[in-house]
């Protein structure tokens, strides 16, 4: 288990992490999601003892990474951004080599690093020189460095930068082969990546939180503001004039497609059973209505917008309760201005 409490990282008058607080539980796969310069990297570097925090906590398996730094980096296997390879040695020696620094008993080396080579698909790769690797070869080469001796917590700073289609593939069965007996933490800006890879997602935005749930839930609740989705046959000026009738419509985007009229209807409340009378009795078929489902990128780009007020709407929508969404509003009110920097 991993506990972030009340963490901040201050450069100067730059405050790269803003009171930052989060659980990442036994077996879960939890995403860092943010724009560059939100504090993802700066967030592992502190967590894994690269940095100090200025203020807060990081417990790692029950030990404070300050107060305890040997017991706790036993417990984690890390990928920084940049991975810390030595390109005058092989892939093999750089492995040994790590292997060496972890204090790994004598007698499973060589086990654990033909399983690590293995998984890594790095077999074939094992007397080459490191630096006449490709850039996704040595980001594989990282990556086992990170999970070589299988500690309980793996954390991974942009796992697939610089690999090609088929390897973020490998790279991501490899993750969910990972989290069957270890917690995977990891950072990256791609959302098809943590989509498809987490389970848990907490959003960044200049160093806050604006976001920590299930990718289904934060979907789920910024899907829940009443929105409707329809198509309508007929034209869109005789269209929009029969919704305008219906009492609570907020508001009507309609787009002409053939015969058909797409439309995005924002009403207060639910609309439907009268919308449904309403095209009815205009002798206007309904082909299609369904609610309006946010997708995570939608979701993400709300949540780290430029502008102050549309990411605390965003923020308010999402939390769970009214105080938690005035918490949020008010932050996002506050914050400072200056270049933020994923240090």
């Known amino acids: 288990m991993i506990e972030v409490k009340n963490l901040v990282k201050r450069y100067?008058?730059?405050?790269?992490?803003?009171?930052?607080?989060?659980?990442?539980?036994?077996?879960q796969?939890?995403?860092?999601l943010g724009p560059n310069g939100a504090g993802?990297?700066?967030t592992m570097n502190?967590?894994?003892?690269?940095?100090?925090a200025t203020e807060g906590d990081v417990l790692i398996q029950g030990h404070n990474i300050l107060e305890e730094p040997e017991a706790a980096r036993k417990c984690v296997g890390y990928l920084p951004e940049i991975p810390p390879l030595y390109p005058d040695m092989t892939v093999l020696e750089y492995l040994r080599f790590c292997a060496e620094l972890k204090k790994l008993p004598a007698e499973r080396r060589k086990e654990d690093l033909d399983e690590v080579l293995s998984l890594t698909h790095l077999n074939g790769q094992a007397e080459r020189l490191i630096r006449n690797l490709s850039k996704g070869y040595r980001q594989r080469v990282g990556l086992a460095q990170a999970i070589l001796g299988f500690p309980p917590i793996i954390i991974l700073d942009e796992?697939?930068?610089?690999l090609d289609p088929k390897q973020v593939v490998e790279i991501r069965s490899l993750i969910r082969h990972l989290?069957?007996?270890?917690?995977?933490?990891?950072s990256s800006h791609i959302l098809s990546e943590i989509r498809a890879m987490c389970d848990h997602v907490l959003i960044l935005r200049k160093g806050k939180v604006m976001a920590c749930d299930t990718p289904e839930a934060l979907e789920e609740k910024l899907s829940a503001g009443g929105a409707l989705e329809l198509s309508v046959r007929g034209s869109a000026e005789a269209v929009r004039s029969t919704v305008l009738t219906v009492d609570g419509i907020t508001s009507c985007e309609a787009q002409q497609e053939g015969d058909t009229v797409k439309m995005v209807i924002s009403a207060d409340g639910d609309a439907r059973e009268a919308l449904f009378?309403?095209?009815?009795q205009a002798r206007q078929p309904i082909l299609e209505m369904r609610p309006k489902t946010a997708t995570l990128e939608e979701v993400f780009l709300d949540l780290t917008d430029e502008d102050d007020a549309v990411a605390a709407q965003a923020a308010a929508l999402l939390a769970?309760?009214?105080?938690?969404?005035?918490?949020?509003?008010?932050?996002?009110?506050?914050?400072?201005?200056g270049d933020e920097s994923d240090l």
Do not use: R, W
């Not at 989290?179 to 990891?186: M, P, Y």
């Open 159 to 162: 796992p697939t930068v610089g």
């Open 40 to 42: 993802k990297s700066t």
């Open 277 to 280: 009378y309403a095209f009815a």
């Open 320 to 337: 769970d309760t009214p105080d938690e969404a005035a918490v949020q509003t008010t932050d996002a009110e506050q914050e400072g201005t």
């Open 12 to 27: 100067g008058n730059h405050c790269a992490v803003d009171h930052l607080s989060f659980t990442v539980e036994d077996g």
């Open 179 to 186: 989290a069957k007996e270890h917690t995977v933490l990891l």
């Open 29 to 32: 796969v939890f995403g860092l």
């Open 46 to 52: 502190i967590m894994t003892g690269y940095l100090a």
